[in-house]
């Protein structure tokens, strides 16, 4: 079967950074545009960068934009989301989700077909 997995979050203080990573299995990880997404208690899951299969298009919604950095690495089928400069209001269950199809705009989560299980990223002092 198929797997995404996240890694990497945990507690946080303000203004510290964490890098999340996503690794894929059982698939050709190389063909899919993967995305990042999170959720915080209450509220809608939020789409925030999404990285083409080859990593030559990238797109960030507003909100994390000049703090996060999506990349991959094909050979080792990791997506990773650097996010620097952390906030409170960035607290949430991060997720990666695969997408059979271009990174063209910011993710919508309906666009992705599988899901990893999440990583919780808290941002607190």
């Known amino acids: 079967q198929l797997q995404l997995v996240e890694s990497g979050g945990g507690l946080v203080q303000p203004g510290g950074s964490l890098r999340l990573s996503c690794a894929a299995s059982?698939?050709?990880?190389?063909?899919?545009?993967i995305g990042w997404f999170r959720q915080a208690p209450g509220k809608e899951r939020e789409g925030l960068s999404c990285?083409?299969?080859?990593?030559?298009?990238?797109t960030y919604a507003d909100s994390v934009k000049g703090r996060f950095t999506i990349s991959r690495d094909n050979a080792k089928r990791t997506v990773y989301l650097q996010m620097n400069s952390l906030k409170p209001e960035d607290t949430a269950v991060y997720y990666c989700?695969?997408?059979?199809?271009?990174?063209?705009?910011?993710?919508?989560?309906?666009?992705?077909?599988?899901w990893g299980q999440g990583t919780q990223v808290t941002v607190s002092a």
């Open positions: 059982r698939f050709t990880f190389d063909y899919y545009t």
């Open positions: 989700a695969r997408r059979n199809y271009s990174c063209s705009d910011v993710p919508r989560p309906t666009m992705y077909d599988y």
């Open positions: 990285i083409s299969s080859s990593g030559g298009t990238i």
